[in-house]
């Protein structure tokens, strides 16, 4: 796996497991005080990433590798999970609303439906948030059958509303309870992290802080910092910051990121692809951005990832499904979920979004750690970071945007 990250060196994994069930499990119970503001940090992946930012870097299409262990970081094992072959055969009609692009999941599910000749399914593309309203507006009338969502507060949100069903057991079991309703309403299929990008031709590990909020004390990043405040990923993860540390504190570290010249991008690839670049030296990302610069590269980038402990900068969420309850044939509804973790499909998601697959024997793809040794906050509700009103008033108060 090359160079990794310190996190390898953190707490025990049961610690981790016990701190994940509660930050994830927040999400089911306690829902969204309101369906218009459940659009989440995740959102964007329908919007402004790319095709060509998701592609696969092999060199041929997506659903001929779907399976095949290759990646672009050389061959892999994923013959410990459980394949499609092993899960019941799907057949019959089944709508699919998808919070997740096209872009990214298209190809995926084109391949479950071409491996069922009798199974038809109909997707419907939006962002998570305005599918949500749909179903809750939509009602018993509502076509839908499984609701696949780039968050846990979506699915938490349906949850709560109670418009979800709970899933078959046998497709429960393939996921960790940290990443699960505890219901069983809703599982995660893919997760994904906040990160630190750096440059190792300018920094070395040991001199980033693992506290967030020391960032604006840290004199060397002075103008060698990128972030992206137009981008709703890092608008979640100063939300975060404001629940944790309070909005005076988060106010204070605006304004010291400000003086210390942090340059704004468009996006946080551009922000992985400036550090690699060495036009910047260290950046705050969602961690998949760096796996596909390095996918990219012809040649070892100096580009890096490392993570800060418990606090606003270590969130890690998490894109699952869940089996509405307008379900018109939950057998198929909840074996359709069961596909999404195979082992063929947790091996695409760790492909094509470079995310981390959630069923523990697949390996996450690239330089990273395992779940287990990441250290995301104990105290937080995911649903909340869906909630941007106030930061975006605390980011205009404080002229990052």
């Given at each position: 796996?090359?160079d990794?990250s310190?996190?390898d060196e953190?707490?025990?994994?049961?610690?981790h497991s016990?701190?994940?069930?509660?930050?994830l499990q927040?999400?089911?119970v306690a829902?969204?005080?309101?369906?218009?503001?459940?659009?989440?940090a995740?959102?964007?992946?329908?919007?402004?990433?790319?095709e060509?930012e998701?592609?696969?870097?092999?060199?041929?299409?997506d659903?001929?590798?779907?399976?095949?262990?290759r990646s672009?970081f050389?061959e892999?094992d994923?013959?410990?999970g459980?394949?499609?072959?092993?899960?019941?055969?799907?057949?019959?009609?089944?709508?699919v609303?998808?919070g997740?692009?096209e872009?990214?999941v298209?190809?995926?599910l084109?391949?479950?439906e071409?491996?069922?000749?009798?199974l038809?399914?109909?997707?419907?593309?939006?962002s998570?948030?305005e599918?949500v309203?749909?179903?809750?507006?939509?009602?018993?009338?509502?076509?839908?059958?499984v609701f696949?969502?780039?968050?846990?507060?979506s699915?938490?949100?349906?949850?709560?509303?109670?418009?979800t069903?709970?899933?078959a057991?046998?497709?429960l079991s393939?996921?960790p309870?940290?990443?699960?309703?505890?219901?069983?309403?809703?599982?995660?299929?893919?997760?994904?992290?906040?990160?630190?990008?750096?440059?190792?031709?300018?920094?070395?590990?040991?001199?980033?802080?693992t506290?967030?909020?020391?960032?604006?004390?840290?004199?060397e990043f002075d103008?060698q910092?990128?972030w992206?405040p137009?981008?709703?990923s890092?608008?979640?993860f100063?939300?975060a910051?404001?629940?944790?540390?309070?909005?005076?504190?988060?106010?204070?570290?605006?304004?010291?990121?400000?003086?210390?010249n942090?340059?704004s991008?468009?996006d946080?690839?551009?922000?992985?692809?400036?550090?690699?670049?060495?036009?910047?030296a260290?950046g705050f990302?969602n961690?998949?951005?760096?796996?596909?610069v390095?996918?990219?590269?012809?040649?070892?980038a100096?580009?890096?990832?490392?993570?800060?402990q418990n606090?606003a900068?270590?969130?890690?969420n998490?894109?699952?499904?869940?089996?509405l309850?307008?379900a018109?044939?939950?057998?198929l509804s909840?074996n359709?979920v069961?596909h999404l973790?195979?082992a063929?499909?947790?091996d695409y998601?760790?492909?094509?979004t470079?995310?981390?697959?959630?069923?523990?024997?697949i390996?996450?793809?690239?330089?990273?750690?395992s779940?287990?040794?990441?250290?995301p906050?104990?105290?937080?509700?995911l649903?909340?970071?869906?909630?941007?009103e106030?930061?975006i008033t605390l980011?205009?108060e404080t002229?990052?945007?």
């Amino acid at each position: 796996m090359g160079d990794i990250s310190r996190t390898d060196e953190r707490a025990t994994v049961g610690t981790h497991s016990r701190t994940r069930r509660r930050f994830l499990q927040a999400a089911a119970v306690a829902g969204i005080v309101s369906a218009a503001g459940c659009g989440s940090a995740g959102d964007n992946e329908t919007g402004t990433t790319t095709e060509a930012e998701v592609s696969s870097p092999i060199g041929t299409s997506d659903s001929e590798q779907i399976g095949s262990g290759r990646s672009p970081f050389g061959e892999r094992d994923i013959s410990d999970g459980v394949s499609m072959s092993e899960m019941p055969d799907l057949a019959g009609e089944l709508t699919v609303y998808s919070g997740r692009g096209e872009a990214l999941v298209g190809e995926l599910l084109s391949f479950i439906e071409d491996r069922y000749p009798e199974l038809t399914i109909r997707p419907l593309y939006n962002s998570a948030s305005e599918l949500v309203n749909q179903i809750i507006t939509e009602g018993q009338n509502s076509p839908g059958d499984v609701f696949y969502s780039v968050n846990a507060g979506s699915l938490g949100a349906l949850a709560t509303r109670e418009r979800t069903q709970s899933l078959a057991d046998e497709t429960l079991s393939l996921v960790p309870e940290a990443f699960q309703s505890p219901d069983g309403s809703w599982v995660g299929t893919s997760g994904r992290a906040r990160a630190i990008p750096y440059n190792t031709d300018i920094l070395t590990e040991s001199s980033i802080p693992t506290n967030i909020m020391s960032f604006p004390d840290t004199t060397e990043f002075d103008g060698q910092l990128g972030w992206a405040p137009t981008y709703s990923s890092f608008q979640a993860f100063i939300t975060a910051m404001r629940l944790l540390e309070g909005e005076s504190d988060t106010r204070q570290w605006l304004r010291g990121m400000q003086e210390l010249n942090a340059q704004s991008y468009a996006d946080e690839f551009q922000i992985a692809r400036a550090v690699a670049d060495g036009e910047i030296a260290v950046g705050f990302t969602n961690h998949y951005y760096i796996q596909r610069v390095l996918a990219r590269r012809t040649t070892d980038a100096p580009l890096r990832t490392t993570f800060t402990q418990n606090d606003a900068g270590a969130i890690f969420n998490v894109a699952g499904a869940c089996m509405l309850d307008t379900a018109s044939d939950t057998t198929l509804s909840s074996n359709f979920v069961r596909h999404l973790l195979s082992a063929e499909a947790q091996d695409y998601f760790a492909r094509k979004t470079f995310e981390y697959p959630l069923v523990p024997e697949i390996e996450p793809i690239g330089r990273l750690p395992s779940i287990d040794s990441l250290n995301p906050p104990e105290s937080i509700n995911l649903t909340e970071l869906s909630n941007l009103e106030r930061t975006i008033t605390l980011l205009r108060e404080t002229g990052v945007l």
